[in-house]
């Protein structure tokens, strides 16, 4: 049920009101399952409601490790296993192409990778035979799986390496699309900022994750044969949930209480300034199915 650009976006209390339309769900983490802490209120009575109704639920991240990492993480907030069905992330993705450096641009690639993210990361390539170099000089390409200290850095604290990854021409591999995200009630800038900020400057970039298409292919996969008009992505971010369901030709369903709640005047009860839907929509760049105010039934 994909909408035109004249049409208004419908909001939405709960998806109580739209489960019959659909039996697969891609559903974002980190802004609509949970903010980095705990699950959002509602979320995980609203997943289990779903999977007893028969629904497929696709949890699609775009979170710079294995699935196994998401997956021990969740239950250690309170999102058990039985709340979903399987779960894809942009870390899985980027291990999936540097294992079998199957394109051009991977196959061209050495085997030597200068490292930018959390220490927990970095064991993402472990036992594919690639070498992590402690300086630049001895670097073939970046993996970029995010900064080492989001709480305390920011884009600039790595400006002097992108430039120096420039003048030694080396390409980065992006893990995590994400520009920035929530972390409780603070914004903390992500792989994604990282790999833009060196785009901008000339420099290659690979993407991996949401909004590109390998990773709606992998989880259309696992739905069990949910046809692609059956199936809705419910996401926090335009550029990349909304984005990237539109690409692959799904319904979408943007949840406002995430990065983007100031723009759409959430009030206590979680409704949104009516007035206020469209022109953020329209800002955001990328046009959902419609608009909800979190994940609930």
Known sequence: MTITDTEPVAIHSGLAELA???????????????NGLAP???????????????KRIILLSNAPRSSAAVRTFLAGIGVAEDCYDDIVTS???????????????HARLGWSYYYLGKTADAAILSGLGYIAATHLSGAEFILNLGLA??????VETYRPVLEE???NHLPLICGNPDLTVMRGDIMQDCAGALAKAYEDMGGDVFWHGKPHARVYEICFGRMDG???ERVLAIGDSFRTD???ANAAGIDS????????????????DGAPDPSLVEPAVAAGGHRPTGVISGLRW
Request: with cysteine.
């Open 165 to 167: 990854a420039l003048v």
């Open 242 to 244: 909304i984005a990237g």
């Open 40 to 54: 959002y209120p509602g979320a995980v009575d609203c997943m289990r409601r779903l999977r007893t109704a028969g």
């Open 91 to 105: 870390g899985d993705a980027t291990r999936e192409a540097l294992e079998s450096r199957s394109d051009p641009w």
């Open 20 to 34: 019959d339309r659909y039996d697969g769900y891609i559903l974002d983490l980190w802004g609509v399952v949970h």
């Open 253 to 268: 369903l943007f949840a406002m209480g995430g990065i983007h709640a100031d723009e759409f005047g959430l009030g206590p």
């Open 226 to 228: 949910v046809p692609p």
């Open 149 to 154: 200290d989001p709480e305390n850095e920011s």
